[in-house]
């Protein structure tokens, strides 16, 4: 099997004062692009290092196709973009790469060319790459990082925060790299506290709390419709006055999607802040009453809100 096993993996610090991860057990299919999310603390950290083979778990056991993970055949296919960025900042961007690239023992031939390729593949443009990695800023530091997690084409790659400090643009093109490398067949493991991005790329996600894995969440990866509207309008009207189908008519001319009619509400999926607004000007325009407009928390923020305490903070 060329996915992830992990069974009753602990780990603990303190001399096992501090319990990190408690028994968690978990398979990541071939392919898939696998998300782990969790308050601050909860062990996601630990279990990506334990998962990259950095941590050795007290007990319990990691294979990656039937391997460890530090064994050599699984670290020569494997990518890594850690959370905090230690570079050598006195090298340039396309330096840099070409050092990986030559650490990865991939051709030489094709060494100059493929650099090219990685640095316009995550948006760094020529004049960038010739410059030291110091000027940087933080996104352009996430792209370069990117650029050489992806070098030579990895089966398993690990993001830690990848979209972490990057601008909109970056977020969008951090998409369609995910994209690119499902089609491929890579094997992705994400940990990100960005839970619009988790749920737009993700095909699971596990939610770690206090060490175990309390929830595991089947999401539709790569859906172009990712916020949830609830529409009010006065008693008597959506559903009754206004029937289901000029509601899914005023939404299809938004490009959103109706996805439940309960009189007075209605809910509606739409791919973002504009498509909001499209929305709420096609229902007017179509003689809809509309009282009020509320976004509905995601799937994945609900599991944080259900752990956060009476009258505390989500």
Not at 16 to 33: F, K, T
Request: proline content about 6%; charged content about 25%; overall charge neutral.
């Amino acid at each position: 099997m060329d996915g992830i096993r992990i069974e009753s993996l602990t780990k603990t610090y303190r001399a096992g004062q501090v319990r990190a991860l408690d028994g968690v057990s978990l398979e990541i299919a071939p392919g898939e692009v696998f998300g782990i999310i969790g308050p601050n603390g909860a062990g996601k950290t630990t279990l990506l290092g334990c998962l990259l083979g950095f941590l050795r778990p007290d007990s319990g056991h990691v294979s990656i196709a039937g391997r460890a993970p530090d064994d050599l055949a699984i670290r020569a296919v494997t990518g890594y973009l850690p959370e905090r960025l230690t570079l050598d900042r006195w090298m340039t961007g396309l330096d840099f790469l070409a050092y990986h690239h030559a650490l990865a023992r991939l051709p030489a031939a094709g060494r100059a060319a493929e650099v090219q390729a990685a640095l316009a593949r995550v948006g760094l443009d020529p004049e960038a790459a010739h410059r030291s990695i110091r000027r940087y800023s933080r996104g352009m530091l996430q792209r370069l990082g990117l650029a050489q997690a992806l070098l030579g084409r990895p089966r398993y790659v690990f993001l830690d925060e990848p979209a972490s400090g990057v601008d909109p643009a970056g977020v969008v093109l951090f998409r369609r790299l995910l994209d690119e490398v499902r089609a491929d067949g890579t094997t992705v493991v994400l940990n990100s506290h960005q839970l619009d991005q988790v749920e737009r790329v993700c095909d699971r996600v596990a939610f770690v709390k206090q060490g175990r894995i309390e929830a595991l969440e089947t999401l539709h990866a790569g859906a172009a419709l990712a916020r949830v509207l609830r529409v009010r309008g006065p008693a008597g009207t959506i559903g009754a006055a206004v029937p289901r189908a000029a509601l899914e008519s005023a939404a299809q001319r938004a490009g959103a999607e109706l996805r439940e009619v309960t009189p007075p509400v209605a809910r509606f999926a739409v791919p973002d802040d504009a498509g909001a607004v499209r929305l709420v000007q096609a229902l007017v325009a179509a003689g809809v009453p509309v009282a009020e407009v509320m976004p509905e928390e995601g799937r994945l923020e609900r599991l944080f809100l259900e752990d956060a305490p009476p009258g505390g903070p989500a």
